[in-house]
Structure formats: structure tokens, C-alpha cells
T-cell receptor, first 113, second 111 residues
């Protein structure tokens, strides 16, 4: 167990709706990265939050947005859901900016119908 | 476009054998590499990381990095059925905030 938690575990939404996913980082970590993993693919980087600021962003449209709170927990918000947004959403906790030693939470399985 | 390539497998090895998982990467600026294990329906679990050319050993696992050839590998000695999973290779580059993942190699260890 990494100590990284995510909620909810599973979620079903309709196309066009909005969704918020939550992540609590491991104790001692101040950075949260979000990834999207489609079936049969590796995780794709969405963005990273460090000390409440977005620290880097992958190739995802602006309808993917996020927040980090003073306790280093984080939210991922997705607006105007599309069918292709159906995936496992993973948050990874680490210490400091960058990509080093990221530890994943259990993920949120999002299904868009 | 930074890419990390892995053979999707499946790679089947008998119990007790050495499993060899390979990964190549396109970005010469990549500095650090990570191996994650992902069981079906679960999230990735970090098992090894390597920053320098050469070998790094941790228990039954050995990671190998050759930056000149842009090649990373993971050896699993004395493979066990519990090692059956998808293994993801990921790289990070200087000044980058993200890990770039391959699609993963599915390993099956046959009892």
C-alpha cells in the first residue's frame, strides 16, 4: 500500500456531464500528478501540481483542470465529458517537482455513456 | 514526440526461469527510468528505478540501462506465478515534470 487514496473507486457519467475526482497524497509528499490510462495502454500524463500550482501539463484539452489544496490533496475536474474520456484515472504522489519516484493510488474507473 | 516502446507480449516463462523485459526510448534527454508492475484491474506499483548506465539490483530484480543504445531492461530471476502482471517502463527527462510510459509488456509465469 502506498498511502495514496482516491475517490470514488468507480463512476458512471453521461456524455456532456462534468466530473470531479479526488486524491489524497502520501504523508510527506507535496506533489500530485494525474494520469489517464485507457484500456491496454500505458498511463498518459495529464498534469502535475506542486505547492498548489500547476507544474506541467500533458497533451490534454483545457476541459481537464485541477486543483491542489494546502494539505496537498488534489482534485481533477473534467467538463463536457466525451465517450473517449472513459478510462482509469490515476493520481501519483511524490516529493518535489518533477517525475521522480511517483507512487500511484488505486485509481478511479470512469465510464462515460 | 517522446516515446517509450515495449513489446506488448505476452511473454511466457516457466516458473524459476529468468524473465527479461525490454524497453527502448526515443528521447536522448531522458535521464531516469522506472519500472512499474501492474496487476489486472489494479494501479501501477513502482518496483525499480535507475538513473545511471549499468545495472542495479534489488532482490530478484535487476534493472539495466544503456543510454548510448537508448535501451532499458528489467530482469526477474527465479520467476514466480505471482510475478504474472503487466510491466510498464517509464522515462523522465531533464526539466520535465512527467513520466512517459510505454504500453507495457504482459508477463505470464507458468507453474
Amino acid at each position: 500500500e502506498t498511502g495514496v487514496t482516491q475517490s470514488p473507486t468507480h463512476l458512471i457519467k453521461t456524455r456532456g456531464q462534468q466530473v470531479t475526482l479526488r486524491c489524497s497524497s502520501q504523508s510527506g509528499h507535496n506533489t500530485v500528478s494525474w494520469y489517464q490510462q485507457a484500456l491496454g495502454q500505458g498511463p498518459q500524463f495529464i498534469f502535475q501540481y506542486y505547492r498548489e500550482e500547476e507544474n506541467g501539463r500533458g497533451n490534454f484539452p483545457p476541459r481537464f483542470s485541477g486543483l491542489q489544496f494546502p494539505n496537498y490533496s488534489s482534485e481533477l475536474n473534467v467538463n463536457a465529458l466525451e465517450l473517449d474520456d472513459s478510462a482509469l484515472y490515476l493520481c501519483a504522489s511524490s516529493f518535489g517537482q518533477g517525475y521522480d519516484e511517483q507512487y500511484f493510488g488505486p485509481g478511479t474507473r470512469l465510464t462515460v455513456t | 514526440q517522446k516515446e517509450v516502446e515495449q513489446n506488448s507480449g505476452p511473454l511466457s516463462v516457466p516458473e524459476g526461469a529468468i524473465a527479461s523485459l525490454n524497453c527502448t526510448y526515443s528521447d536522448r534527454g531522458s535521464q531516469s527510468f522506472f519500472w512499474y508492475r501492474q496487476y489486472s484491474g489494479k494501479s501501477p506499483e513502482l518496483i525499480m528505478f535507475i538513473y545511471s548506465n549499468g545495472d542495479k539490483e534489488d532482490g530478484r530484480f535487476t534493472a539495466q540501462l544503456n543510454k548510448a543504445s537508448q535501451y532499458v531492461s528489467l530482469l526477474i530471476r527465479d520467476s514466480q506465478p505471482s510475478d504474472s502482471a503487466t510491466y510498464l517502463c517509464a522515462g523522465g527527462g531533464a526539466g520535465s515534470y512527467q513520466l512517459t510510459f510505454g504500453k507495457g509488456t504482459k508477463l505470464s509465469v507458468i507453474p
